[in-house]
């Protein structure tokens, strides 16, 4: 394996700021057996990674009668699949039900965390550290272990089977990274900025939404994108608070394909392809502010 | 901790007139109804009798403790939990070990393999999961196709159908999903040790090895922790892998407390209260250390 006299450590590549100075030739880009193999195993890894995705797609494509062939790949392949699964299932009630759930979710926490976000950033209150305990702890707990209580909580209210009692629960259990991030991403903006609008004559309002917030831009964009994802993939509460096949949302949908007689894993696999697929995209984006809002900033 | 308390400053505006409330009381009753709540009602429904259909018949004392712990498959439930979350949690940190090191390495597309890892992660759980148990599937699973054709099995076999092959490849399953997160929060660990400490071990002469117990592994510990707490967090709580897969089945064989649960929920929902209850003492445990590990406060 390696030797001792090469570079053992990783190298910090992409903090490197583009007009540094260029690398001394030690790094030159010649490929040394150690890259190929680095090189060979890594693309392997990915491929194993996207490995049951693909599968996914491949028997989404698959006629109905090639269902049961030991064959990798269909002989002939079905777009209409991704199609007719709408028509011929009630999964689009389900697909309808999941957007309003992580639309609305969304625009739910952005509301009430943006300004929370805001003066927890700016200001010293009494209370300041408490109320960050209280968002931090709730990112631990997950609706799975609360089930029960929601359910009977929901019950109680009279909500169950409502789009609003999903968007509120969803909303809530996503709160805390939302909090977390734009915390941090307005505190890393300097109030000075604001003041010198202030200063121009804007009010302390048009500074917060002309000068901070388009700063804040990444944050927010990360809170959004997460929050949508991780509502649209939400199954434990939907199940428990829905009971309703035309009130639930799409996972939910999905899983009760199977407890159907005969399981028609081309159209299963076609509605989650098309649930999949947009969020891995959307994630790509945000990828590399979600380890700190996940970690509460623990780790950088 | 990346919140630091904002310098004290005085306002000239409304904001200190009005004080914290306004902008953090939305975010606060949100979590008091959505969080706080099915806390509360947990732990009441515990020790209540209440009919399937819902109507409370009075107090159950701790009869339903008693109850859940008479359960035959109570003890086995437990043991297998603790189990699935040690053996989940302690192999997905060994590996991504090793995958933290190989994509912080450079190597021609690093940011395209990168990406691909981070799939298992956007997508739902759920899906995922039904992905497996699909690819599983004695009839046509793929990954039986696969195993026949590398010759390690003779015939198709049906992987989920007993508890004895089903663990194992549920832990995969769950592996699998927590990898990404996990290999990200270490490569986030990894940027922070500086370039030049590596930079003085190699002029000391120290092998590949040495440089990685001596300094990698110690300088990693504050994320490899935080990765720790919050898979255990997680692990404990994926239910939808064990429900997409076995539910629980056959019998309670392959069930979690948290699968356990919930098919308490469906008889006798004191009982699954009650077992939830004990649930959340648990992650209420596992949050504790992970305020301690995350070293929250520190900076405040």
Same mark, same amino acid.
């Given at each position: 394996?390696? *030797?001792?006299?090469?570079? +053992?450590?990783?190298?910090?590549?992409?903090?490197?700021?583009?007009?540094?100075?260029?690398?001394?030739?030690?790094?030159?880009?010649?490929?040394?057996? @150690?890259?190929?193999? /680095?090189?060979?195993?890594?693309?392997?890894? #990915?491929?194993?990674?996207?490995?049951?995705?693909?599968?996914?797609?491949?028997?989404?494509?698959?006629? +109905?009668?090639?269902? @049961?062939? @030991?064959?990798?790949?269909?002989?002939?392949?079905?777009?209409?699949?991704?199609?007719d699964v709408w028509k011929e299932s009630s999964l689009g009630d389900n697909l309808q039900?999941?957007?309003?759930?992580?639309?609305?979710?969304?625009?739910?926490?952005?509301?009430v965390s943006l300004p929370a976000a805001y003066y927890t950033a700016r200001m010293r209150f009494r209370g300041r550290k408490w109320f960050l305990l209280l968002v931090l702890v709730t990112q631990m707990f997950q609706p799975t272990a609360l089930l029960v209580g929601l359910y009977r909580e929901f019950h109680q209210l009279d909500m169950l089977n409502s789009v609003w009692t999903l968007i509120l629960t969803n909303a809530a259990f996503n709160l805390a990274f939302a909090v977390w991030i734009l915390t941090a991403y307005i505190g890393s903006i300097p109030a000075e900025l604001e003041e010198a609008a202030?200063?121009?004559?804007?009010?302390?309002?048009? #500074?917060?939404?002309?000068?901070?917030?388009?700063? #804040?831009?990444?944050?927010?964009?990360?809170?959004?994108?997460?929050?949508?994802?991780t509502s649209w993939n939400e199954f434990v509460m939907g199940l428990t608070l829905s009971t309703e096949p035309d009130k639930q949302p799409l996972t939910v949908g999905i899983n009760n394909f199977i407890g159907a007689y005969t399981v028609q894993w081309n159209y299963l696999f076609a509605a989650s392809v098309v649930a999949i697929v947009p969020v891995i995209v959307l994630f790509a984006f945000i990828e590399r502010h979600v380890v700190s809002g996940l970690t509460a900033g623990s780790v950088k | 901790m990346s919140l630091k308390a904002p310098p004290v400053r005085r306002t000239r505006g409304g904001l200190a007139r009005l004080g914290p409330l306004p902008w953090i009381a939305p975010v606060v009753l949100l979590i008091l109804a959505v969080v706080v709540w099915p806390v509360i009602e947990l732990i009441r429904t515990s020790f209540l009798n209440i009919? /399937?259909?819902?109507?409370? @018949?009075? &107090?159950?004392?701790?009869?339903?403790?008693?109850?859940?712990?008479?359960?035959?498959?109570?003890?086995?439930?437990?043991?297998?939990?603790?189990?699935?979350?040690?053996?989940?949690?302690?192999?997905?940190?060994?590996?991504?070990?090793?995958?933290?090191?190989?994509?912080?390495?450079?190597?021609?597309?690093?940011?395209?393999?990168?990406?691909?890892?981070?799939?298992?992660?956007?997508?739902?759980?759920?899906?995922?999961?039904?992905?497996?148990?699909?690819?599983?599937?004695?009839?046509? $699973?793929?990954?039986?196709?696969?195993?026949?054709?590398?010759?390690?099995?003779?015939?198709?076999?049906?992987?989920? $159908? &007993? #508890?004895?092959?089903?663990?194992?490849?549920?832990?995969?399953?769950?592996?699998?999903?927590?990898?990404?997160?996990?290999?990200?929060?270490?490569?986030?660990?990894?940027? %922070?040790i500086p370039a030049d400490v590596y930079e003085a071990a190699r002029i000391d002469g120290a092998g590949a090895w040495q440089t990685y117990r001596g300094i990698t592994l110690p300088l990693l510990r504050p994320a490899f922790l935080v990765g720790v707490v919050i898979n255990l967090i997680?692990?404990?709580?994926?239910?939808?892998?064990?429900?997409?897969? *076995?539910?629980?089945?056959?019998? &309670?064989? %392959?069930?979690?407390?948290?699968?356990?649960?919930?098919?308490?929920?469906e008889t006798d929902i004191g009982e699954s209260a009650a077992m939830s209850v004990v649930n959340f003492a648990m992650v209420v445990v596992l949050v504790l250390i992970f305020l301690k590990v995350s070293r929250w406060n520190e900076e405040d």
């Open positions: 394996m390696a *030797t001792a006299t090469q570079t +053992a450590g990783p190298e910090p590549v992409e903090k490197q700021p583009a007009g540094s100075a260029p690398r001394p030739t030690r790094t030159k880009r010649t490929f040394r057996p @150690r890259t190929l193999v /680095i090189t060979a195993v890594a693309w392997l890894l #990915a491929a194993l990674f996207l490995a049951p995705y693909l599968e996914m797609i491949v028997t989404a494509l698959r006629p +109905a009668d090639e269902l @049961r062939d @030991r064959t990798y790949l269909p002989d002939k392949l079905h777009w209409s699949n991704f199609i039900v999941t957007l309003l759930i992580s639309g609305g979710a969304t625009v739910l926490v952005l509301l202030m200063v121009d004559g804007t009010s302390r309002f048009g #500074a917060m939404i002309r000068v901070t917030l388009p700063l #804040a831009l990444p944050g927010v964009v990360t809170a959004v994108i997460f929050t949508f994802i | 009919s /399937i259909a819902g109507i409370v @018949r009075g &107090s159950a004392g701790t009869d339903k403790y008693k109850k859940l712990f008479d359960e035959t498959d109570f003890g086995h439930v437990l043991l297998w939990t603790v189990l699935w979350t040690v053996v989940v949690v302690g192999v997905t940190m060994l590996v991504s070990l090793g995958l933290a090191q190989l994509f912080n390495q450079r190597f021609p597309g690093r940011r395209i393999t990168r990406w691909a890892l981070i799939a298992p992660w956007a997508a739902s759980v759920l899906m995922t999961a039904i992905g497996f148990k699909w690819m599983l599937s004695r009839t046509a $699973g793929v990954l039986n196709t696969v195993m026949i054709d590398l010759g390690l099995i003779d015939r198709s076999k049906d992987w989920l $159908g &007993s #508890a004895g092959t089903a663990w194992p490849w549920m832990m995969f399953v769950a592996v699998f999903v927590s990898l990404p997160f996990t290999t990200y929060t270490l490569l986030a660990g990894l940027q %922070t997680n692990v404990f709580n994926s239910f939808p892998i064990i429900w997409a897969m *076995t539910q629980g089945g056959p019998g &309670s064989d %392959t069930a979690t407390t948290t699968v356990f649960m919930y098919k308490l929920k």
